[in-house]
């Protein structure tokens, strides 16, 4: 793996509470992006970063919003969380050029 | 929006037999990858094709892509039991930037050994 760490791996929440994932990386990239998988959409950008304090919208941006203070860092916040939230979501970061995209490995979050 | 359509949506061979998976977009794109993912697990690179190629190698992988039917294909040749996983094709939106990627929906791999 690349060096991207996502916490937490699991979690449940209520409808209506805030929820924050985290993501880290210890590869020093510019750019980090959140993306959700879901059965029948495949994945879908949520949000990305280009650098510190540097962050735009992506498909499916509704709902959820993100900050980068780090380079290391990219958090993603729920405010309210919605049961049309549940599902999985992925961090990626991409070094410069073409380089591809390295995953993490993941948090499954399920709003009740 | 969905930009890579993947055919078949699942795919059932044996170990040693080929694999093939076809991916169709709507867009022009710049460049288009390939990303393998293991159950439970992120998604893993690997290969991308630039629009002005039209074949890439990659050990028993085989890309090609057409750019003026818009559809790629992805061979496996002499498939393993660990080739079992879902595939994604991926396209940028035009942008230039390879991280904002639209993915197809995948095709499933099993490979029995």
């Known amino acids: 793996d690349a060096g991207i760490t996502q916490s937490p791996r699991h979690k449940v929440t209520e409808t209506g509470t805030p929820v924050t994932l985290r993501c880290h990386q210890t590869?020093?990239?510019?750019?980090m992006y959140w993306y959700r998988q879901d059965p029948g959409h495949g994945l879908r950008l949520i949000h990305y970063?280009?650098?510190?304090?540097?962050?735009d919208k992506g498909e499916v941006s509704d709902g959820y919003s993100v900050s980068r203070s780090k380079t290391e860092d990219f958090l993603l916040t729920l405010e309210s969380a919605t049961s049309s939230q549940t599902s999985v979501y992925f961090c990626?970061?991409?070094?410069?050029?073409?380089?591809?995209?390295?995953f993490g490995n993941g948090t499954r979050l399920t709003v009740t | 929006s969905q930009q890579g359509e993947e055919d078949p949506q699942a795919l059932s061979i044996q170990e040693g037999e080929n694999a093939t998976m076809n991916c169709s977009y709507k867009t022009s794109i710049n460049n288009l990858q390939w990303y393998r993912q293991n159950s439970g697990r992120g998604l893993v690179h690997l290969i991308l094709i630039r629009s002005n190629e039209r074949e890439k190698h990659s050990g028993r992988l085989r890309v090609t892509l057409d750019t003026s039917k818009k559809s790629s294909s992805l061979l496996i040749t002499a498939s393993r039991a660990a080739d079992t996983a879902s595939y994604f094709c991926?396209?940028?939106?035009?942008?230039?930037?390879?991280?904002?990627?639209?993915f197809g929906q995948g095709t499933t791999l099993q490979v029995k050994p």
């Open positions: 590869e020093n990239h510019r750019y």
């Open positions: 970063s280009y650098g510190v304090k540097d962050t």
């Open positions: 990626a970061i991409r070094g410069r050029g073409e380089s591809p995209l390295h």
């Open positions: 991926a396209t940028d939106d035009g942008s230039g930037n390879t991280g904002k990627l639209i």
